[in-house]
């Protein structure tokens, strides 16, 4: 391996340990001068694999770094989803879909089809309207509340159905309810006549990666089977998040009183 390539990874891992850090850390490390330090991260840079915080002169991992661990992960995701959106759609005859993060957005991955000629389809590769749909709320409700913004549209959200929640303050109930019981539900917010429930996956610092969900028909979906539906979903995300690295989420209390951790 060329020493240009080493040092490179070795400024990499010295800022995933250290978070920010400044040219003398660079250099100290690495033990090298300080135009050698800046050459580094300067064709890291241009790559997008370290960005320069100016006002601070801090260096920091960049955007690259993370695309590159979230296409791992997606393809992980897909992978250990598969048996369970099978076994899901086997038990509930519904339609089981697979949404995955990327950067700032919910984008659909995957769809296995119901036994039903009605059901409610997804298009896979498009954008996931995050604040009327079950996958949506599942993925907030896995995130602390000042990082909603960054997935949440413009208020007043765009209006799907007549039910669709539009601004923060609506919606906040419900992702607290999916916070509480560990699934989140749409009712007929952004499909009228369809039921959707769901659940986060999580990734190895805790923060969501991809989520679950079963929609059907509301005549098909009563309330009373919403619940047992939402815990089958929430108990193999919690499978998948352990098969990925090991965690899953320790829910708090909703009103059915269990808890799952790992």
Not at 148 to 167: C, D, I, M, S, V
Request: proline content about 6%; charged content about 25%.
């Amino acid at each position: 391996m060329s020493d240009a390539l080493n040092r490179g990874l070795d400024v990499l891992e010295l800022l995933a340990a250290r978070g920010d850090s400044r040219v003398g850390d660079v250099m100290e490390d690495l033990g090298v001068s300080r135009a050698t330090a800046h050459r580094i991260l300067g064709s890291l840079q241009s790559r997008g694999y370290v960005e320069h915080v100016r006002d601070e002169r801090l260096w920091r991992l960049g955007p690259a770094v993370t695309e590159l661990a979230a296409g791992f992960d997606a393809t992980s995701i897909m992978q250990l989803a598969a048996p369970a959106m099978a076994e899901l759609r086997s038990t509930s005859r519904e339609t089981v879909n697979l949404a995955v993060v990327q950067r700032n957005r919910l984008v659909w991955a995957a769809s296995f089809d119901g036994a039903y000629a009605l059901r409610f389809a997804t298009t896979v590769g498009e954008s996931v309207p995050i604040h009327c749909t079950a996958v949506g709320k599942a993925v907030l409700s896995a995130l602390p509340p000042d990082r909603w913004a960054q997935f949440l549209p413009l208020e007043p959200f765009p209006a799907h159905t007549a039910h669709t929640r539009r601004t923060t303050e609506a919606l906040k109930p419900r992702v607290e309810a999916a916070r509480r019981q560990g699934w989140a539900l749409d009712e007929e917010e952004s499909e009228l006549g369809g039921i959707c429930v769901g659940a986060p996956i999580l990734g190895r610092d805790g923060t969501p990666v991809a989520a679950i969900s079963v929609s059907s028909a509301a005549a098909r979906l009563p309330p009373d089977a919403r619940a047992p539906l939402g815990r089958s979903v929430r108990k193999w995300c919690d499978q998948i998040s352990f098969q990925l690295h090991g965690r899953v989420r320790s829910w708090t209390p909703g009103q059915d009183g269990d808890r799952h951790s790992a």
